[in-house]
């Protein structure tokens, strides 16, 4: 962060005072694997397998999602969601508000959104704005005209808000898929094993911010 001053036509400028530090990734190892029968290869390989390929790497991205905006704490094996240590509440449309002028204040500068689970997202569809009844706060995809999304890897009643190009997610390498055709032979199977490496962290702190809803 840095700050700008006004100054004399000739005066010579203040420093910024413009100070930078770092946010460290580090590979954390995210893997499933399946045996296959030969039987099911035999009678139709290439589509087959390329399904199952689909649906372990669909698996991958899946369980990635449910982890970076979850509410774990971060540990040696798995990043932190965002929602981890985030214990605020809101049961008014103004709560909802007040979040976004926290995000706001802190001076983060792009577009803001909004990441919901589907229990927020019904609750926020039946909540009205105001007491004059101006509309309900979650309206055609957006929460008072601001981007919304909703997704089932977020749990509970929760929402989060803020500049989501600060969610930086690292991936280390291409997914790496190993056949073995070896281990299960005698099962007349082969195992498909996928191994992935990602990290995810905030570049600034505030800029998520992330509430559960309370109920009046």
């Known amino acids: 962060n840095g700050a700008a001053a006004w100054e004399g036509e000739n005066t010579e400028a203040d420093d910024a005072g413009i100070t930078f530090s770092n946010v460290k990734l580090q590979p954390k190892r995210l893997s499933t694997t399946v045996a296959i029968s030969k039987q099911l290869l035999v009678q139709d390989s290439v589509g087959a397998e390329n399904a199952i390929r689909n649906e372990i790497i669909n698996a991958i991205a899946q369980k990635l999602e449910n982890t970076v905006l979850g509410s774990a704490a971060a540990s040696a ?51 009205i704005k105001g007491t004059n009844g101006t509309g309900m706060v979650w309206e055609n995809g957006e929460i008072d005209g601001t981007k919304a999304i909703s997704t089932g890897n977020v749990t509970g009643n929760k929402v989060a808000y803020g500049q989501f190009d600060q969610l930086v997610i690292g991936q280390w390498g291409a997914l790496d ?19 992935a490496w990602f990290d995810a962290k905030l570049l600034r702190a505030g800029a998520v911010k992330c509430a559960t809803y309370s109920a009046p």
């Open 77 to 127: 094996t798995q990043p932190a969601g965002i929602f981890n240590g985030q214990s605020a509440t809101f049961t008014t449309f103004a709560d909802l508000c007040g979040i976004e002028a926290d995000v706001e204040n802190a001076k983060f500068i792009g577009e803001k959104a909004y990441i919901v689970s589907p229990s927020a997202k019904a609750t926020l569809r039946g909540m």
């Open 177 to 195: 898929i190993v056949v073995d055709p070896y281990t299960r032979a005698k099962y007349a199977e082969v195992v498909l094993t996928v191994n």
